[in-house]
């Protein structure tokens, strides 16, 4: 019986035990996975009860990616690269073991027969969710990357950050305001909540005047996955434009998890119809 569950806040949007509980389902193994609000401030107190508690992992969303690395007994690769964690998974001996899988969710979700190498990105947005982009597009071979932000001020940890992990990517930055023509990009990402059900729904990180100048082999990526399809996806599908919808890296980053938990890979496809049930 497997004891699972996701810490964050707020949580009131989270599909994520829906999600698992179908892939414990589709692999046959019992368990369950508690949606844990968790603000900031209580973190110290939520680990205390989850170690207390017998839990064999749990997921990590904002706002507390970066500070569960404090807690941790060691990383994977993926969490050095992107500098925080979304997955922990408990020892017998009660320590922690941190990993982030959404590098591996945000890769899986391209599909096998986009060639990105030696291409140039756009990514809106400098947050927690454009690091695990920007590994993932690493290992695709990408040569450039720009991003786009609302204050670049904010953003120079993060450039500072990605620019010394990987350092054969030229990363340049942008207001996102006064954002270039983005013609000469082969996929743009959005990486900001922008869209999102319950937060700005009904608007898009740029404007549609941005999507028209997109050249048809461009891919619109968008991380967002509730709605299934945001304003941006369908205004870029209305162009004729390729689109990546959030909700199939969210379903990757959770079969990685699920597999790290229990050493048994779920059914995506299952996870994926309880997703779609649930939005």
């Known amino acids: 019986m497997y004891k699972l569950g996701i810490i964050g806040y707020p949580l009131g949007h989270s599909i994520s035990a829906v999600i698992q509980q179908a892939g414990l389902e589709s692999i046959g193994l019992e368990g369950t996975y508690d949606v844990m609000e968790t603000p900031p401030e209580d973190l110290i ?30 990383i994977d690769d993926y ?3 992107a ?7 408990v020892m017998e001996d009660r320590t922690f073991y941190g990993y982030n899988t959404d590098i591996y969710g945000f890769r899986r979700a391209i599909p096998a027969d986009v060639d990105l190498s030696g291409k140039n990105v756009s ?27 609302r204050n670049i001020i904010n953003s120079r940890q993060t450039l500072e950050y990605v620019r010394t992990k990987f350092p054969a990517i030229t990363f340049n930055v942008y207001q996102i305001q006064n954002i270039r023509s983005l013609e000469g990009t082969s996929m743009v990402v959005n990486a900001t909540p922008i869209g999102m059900r319950g937060f700005m729904a009904d608007q898009m990180p740029l404007e549609g005047r941005d999507l028209d100048k997109l050249t048809p082999e461009t891919i619109v990526y968008d991380i967002v996955y509730n709605p299934s399809k945001t304003i941006l996806i369908k205004e870029a599908q209305r162009r004729g434009l390729r689109t990546i919808g959030g909700l199939d890296m969210l379903i990757y980053q959770a079969e990685r998890a699920l597999q790290i938990w229990t050493g048994k890979l779920p059914d995506t496809d299952k996870m994926k119809i309880a997703a779609l049930e649930a939005l």
Request: some cysteine; overall charge positive.
């Open 123 to 149: 990514i809106l947005g400098t947050g927690g969710a454009s690091r695990a982009a920007v590994a993932g597009l690493a290992e695709l071979g990408v040569s450039e990357i720009d991003f786009y932000t």
């Open 79 to 81: 969490a050095n690269i």
């Open 45 to 74: 107190n939520r680990i205390k009860y989850i170690k207390a508690n017998g839990y064999n992992g749990f997921n990590v969303t904002i706002p507390l990616k970066v500070p569960m690395s404090l807690f941790l007994d060691d």
């Open 83 to 89: 500098g925080c964690v979304n997955t922990v998974k």
